[in-house]
C-alpha cells in the first residue's frame, strides 16, 4: 500500500501489480472512457506531450481525442476534461483518447517497473478485486498506488484502496504488498470506517473542491459502485482493457 507516489521507489514494484488509483476523478474517468468504447487511453505526464501524441496519431490517421485537466478544470483547446460522464459512446467510442491529469497520469508513470500495471477505482471495483483473484500467482505482490493530490494523501483514494484490500484480505486470495504495514492498516480501517462512499467523497478535500467548481454531480458517479466494470491494463504506452 502507497498511499502517495512519491513514498516508494519504482523499483520497489518490480516483479508486481500495481493498481493505481486515483477516484476524483482520472481513474474513474479511464474506466468510463473505456467502458464507453474509446479505442484506448493514451496517459501523458504533460501537456505538451498530450498535444504531440495527438497530433502524431492524427497523422497517421487516427481521430485522436485530447482529454485532461489542470487543477480541475479543462485544458484550454482540448476536447474533453476529466468528467467521467463526458465519455460515452457517442463522444469517445472507437477513438482513442489521450489523456493527462495532474496526479493520475503521473502515478501511472511511476508505476512503469511493476510487471503488470492496472487502473482501479469504485467504477470497477468488483471487476479489478476479480481480476486480482483470478490471476492464478499468489507469489506476485499487489500494490495499492494511491494518486493522491499535490503529494498528499487524499481520503478517496485510501478508501477504495481499503476497500479493495479488505476484499482480497476477506476471500484469502492474492499477495498485497506490506499487508501488514501501517499505510495498510490505516486504509483498511477508514474503509471499515465509512461504509458511505458518496458521504466520505463529499467530504473529502477533492469532493470540496469539485463541489466549490461546480463539479459536485461528479462525486456521485465517482462513488458510484461499479458502473464501469472494465480492467484498464497498461501495455506500452496505452491503455486498454484485460480481455
Do not use: Y
Amino acid at each position: 500500500m502507497h498511499l502517495v507516489p512519491s513514498l516508494f521507489a519504482p523499483e520497489m514494484l518490480a516483479g508486481g501489480t500495481a493498481v493505481v488509483i486515483d477516484v476524483l476523478r482520472a481513474s474513474t474517468t479511464i474506466c468510463h472512457a473505456l467502458h464507453a468504447g474509446a479505442d484506448r487511453v493514451v496517459p501523458c505526464g504533460t501537456v505538451e506531450h498530450a498535444r504531440e501524441t495527438a497530433a502524431r496519431l492524427k497523422a497517421e490517421g487516427e481521430p485522436a481525442l485530447l482529454a485532461g485537466e489542470r487543477g480541475c478544470v479543462i485544458v484550454e483547446g482540448f476536447d474533453l476534461g476529466n468528467t467521467p460522464t463526458d465519455f460515452h459512446p457517442e463522444s469517445v467510442g472507437g477513438r482513442p483518447v489521450v489523456l493527462t491529469t495532474t496526479n493520475g497520469t503521473a502515478a501511472l508513470l511511476r508505476c512503469l517497473e511493476a510487471e503488470e500495471v492496472l487502473v482501479g477505482s469504485f467504477a470497477n471495483l468488483s471487476a479489478i478485486c476479480a481480476h486480482l483473484s483470478a490471476d492464478g500467482n499468489d507469489e506476485r505482490p499487489v500494490h495499492f498506488v494511491c494518486a493522491g493530490t499535490d503529494r498528499n494523501v487524499t481520503l478517496e483514494d485510501a478508501l477504495f484502496a481499503g476497500r479493495a484490500a479488505n476484499r482480497l484480505l476477506a476471500a484469502g486470495v492474492g499477495t498485497i504488498a506490506h499487508h501488514d504495514g501501517d499505510p495498510t492498516r490505516l486504509a483498511t480501517a477508514f474503509a471499515e470506517a465509512h461504509p458511505d462512499t458518496a458521504a466520505a467523497l463529499a467530504d473529502s478535500r477533492g469532493g470540496r473542491n469539485l463541489a466549490r467548481l461546480g463539479r459536485g454531480e461528479d462525486i456521485a458517479v465517482c462513488a458510484a459502485a461499479d458502473s464501469a466494470p472494465v480492467v484498464p491494463r497498461l501495455t506500452g504506452d496505452e491503455l486498454r482493457p484485460v480481455s
